[in-house]
């Protein structure tokens, strides 16, 4: 039985203090002992939300992460600069990030690799355009995000790893896939992942659907089979997060 896993993406928002006093009035709305719950917060946050969330089921994550050890790459943040604030998972291959910042999936396949190597979990994000879903290319698209990003990744690095499948046209939109899109393209990334691995492997993965959760909809994507929890934008900055988290 997979662990439900609800992770809230911060993105570019809330300074340190505004960031401490949104952990403060989350804290007890988020308590669920059944699911993993997340928060993706931005680089500068990391140290006081941490802090923050001690005492708490709270895990703090990253949105991003360099894929080399350390040295000259001005305003990139290492893998150990994370382990040592306490970060246990990071955000990987965000389509904002692959849109604005151009990163690659050989790029992100280096990062999953290098937070692998370092203990912490990576949320691997893929998910097709408008464009793509029209067209009928959305499972070929996903399936080579989701073949590269896990390049030389071995099966027991996969099972622990999660992906977050996020259709970009439904991130920040309001426009949320039917529960019926949602779970036939995560239905579809576990059987690219047995494909890859074994049908064990497939079964222990976790898959996050992503893309105008809300309160309302959370219950009804969470119960689909393939679909264990999700990422989330906008609706994390709320107190609707709380009722996320506790969607049963
Ligand atoms: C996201 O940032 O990954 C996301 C899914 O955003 P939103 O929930 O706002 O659509």
Redesign the pocket.
Same mark, same amino acid.
């Given at each position: 039985m997979r662990k439900k896993i609800i992770a809230g993406?911060w993105?570019m928002n809330m300074t340190p203090s505004q960031a401490v006093e949104l952990v403060n009035t989350l804290k007890p709305l988020v308590a669920n002992e059944e699911a993993d719950v997340v928060f993706c917060v931005p680089a500068i946050d990391i140290v006081p939300v941490t802090e923050a969330c001690k005492g708490t089921n709270i895990q703090v994550g990253a949105e991003n992460m360099y894929f080399e050890e350390s040295g000259a790459y001005t305003g990139e943040v290492s893998p150990d600069m994370l382990t040592d604030a306490g970060v246990k998972y990071v955000v990987l291959g965000?389509s904002?990030r692959r849109e604005y910042f151009y990163e690659t999936n050989a790029d992100v396949n280096k990062k999953v690799l290098k937070a692998l190597e370092h203990g912490i979990t990576p949320i691997m994000?893929c998910g097709e355009t408008l464009e793509q879903r029209e067209q009928g290319v959305t499972m070929d698209f996903i399936r080579q995000q989701v073949k590269v990003g896990f390049q030389n990744v071995t099966a027991d690095q996969a099972k622990t790893t999660v992906i #977050?499948y996020?259709p970009i046209w #439904?991130? +920040?939109?309001g426009k949320t896939a039917t529960t019926e899109q949602a779970e036939e393209v995560c239905r579809g990334i576990r059987a690219c992942i047995a494909e890859i691995y074994d049908d064990a492997t497939a079964a222990e993965i976790r898959i996050q659907y +992503? +893309?105008? !959760?809300n309160a309302g909809n959370a219950a009804e994507l969470f119960a689909q089979p393939d679909i264990d929890g999700g990422? !989330?934008? +906008? #609706?994390s900055l709320k107190a609707d997060f709380g009722k996320i988290v506790n969607y049963k």
């Open positions: 993406n993105k965000h904002e994000c #977050a996020e #439904a991130i +920040g939109t +992503g +893309g105008s !959760v990422l !989330v934008g +906008g #609706a």
